[in-house]
């Protein structure tokens, strides 16, 4: 909201406040926690002949997947939002936002080959893969409101924030390799896992704001975040009898942020 309707409702500032626009600007930065979603789900493959992944690799075998969540594939995203505020009355807003992710992506043991030794079957060919790097692009509309509550002072304001929009993700591959006693990293293939899509992501927050100087408050967040399910791509994966490997991309984060609010 437009930070002098806020005070002046408080009684905090001047009536003259009043006459400014009720347009404001904020900014956010933080990190983005992914608590569920998986970018590669538990499943199996087909019986393979190993030979055609890697001529280092011997007979056949079964592709153990054990599944690994989107926290395991890369570091917690860092997330920057610009946002146009309208404040609607006192103590609530209307906003838009345009916002930025980016995190590296991560190595991880994503399960195993699965051979018979001696009439058993055996699986203690670890499956490696190194996954892409994360990046997405988003547009959203929200609505904030501040609370009447013991913990507002005449500068700490509480606030609860609601929020949807869309979301382009760039595509997401795996370069995954088997380790054996005389391969340490014998590569089979990179998988390509998700193409580019705009997929949907709907959430809210909890935060409060300081209030620094008359037009500009500092202020903490955290939030709940649901990300629709990323476009598959099936062609290396359906070929191993692995289709159904990249089927639960939804995911569920926590972000947490410092940010900024300035009105002019």
């Given at each position: 909201m437009r930070l002098s309707y806020l005070v002046s409702a408080l009684a905090l500032?001047?009536?003259?406040?009043?006459?400014?626009?009720?347009?404001?600007?904020?900014?956010?930065?933080?990190?983005?926690?992914p608590v569920s979603g998986k970018i590669i789900d538990q499943t199996s493959s087909a019986s393979v002949n190993l030979t055609t992944l890697n001529a280092s690799l011997a007979g056949t075998g079964i592709l153990r997947l054990r599944g690994t969540d989107f926290k395991d594939s890369s570091d917690a995203?860092?997330?920057?939002?610009?946002?146009?505020?309208?404040?609607?009355?006192?103590?609530?807003?209307?906003?838009?936002?345009?916002?930025?992710?980016?995190?590296?992506?991560?190595?991880?043991?994503?399960?195993?080959?699965e051979i018979v030794v001696s009439g058993a079957p055996d699986c203690s060919t670890p499956l490696t893969a190194t996954f892409s790097d994360f990046k997405q692009m988003g547009v959203e509309l929200g609505y904030r409101q501040w609370l009447e509550s013991p913990f507002m002072s005449d500068r700490l304001f509480p606030y609860y924030t609601l929020r949807a929009g869309v979301t382009?993700?760039?595509?997401?591959?795996a370069t995954v390799a088997a380790s054996t006693s005389l391969v340490p990293n014998a590569p089979i293939g990179t998988w390509n896992l998700y193409d580019d899509k705009v997929t949907y992501v709907i959430g809210g927050d909890v935060g409060a704001t300081y209030l620094i100087a008359p037009f500009a408050e500092i202020g903490a967040e955290v939030g709940v975040r649901y990300n629709s399910k990323l476009s598959e791509v099936d062609t290396n994966l359906t070929a191993l009898g692995l289709g159904t490997a990249n089927d639960k991309s939804d995911r569920i984060t926590i972000p947490v942020s410092v940010r900024l609010n300035a009105a002019f």
């Open positions: 500032l001047s009536s003259p406040a009043l006459a400014d626009s009720p347009f404001s600007f904020g900014g956010s930065v933080g990190y983005e926690f995203p860092l997330k920057a939002t610009i946002e146009v505020r309208y404040a609607l009355t006192q103590t609530s807003e209307m906003f838009g936002a345009i916002t930025y992710s980016q995190s590296n992506g991560k190595s991880a043991n994503i399960g195993c080959v382009q993700t760039d595509a997401l591959s």
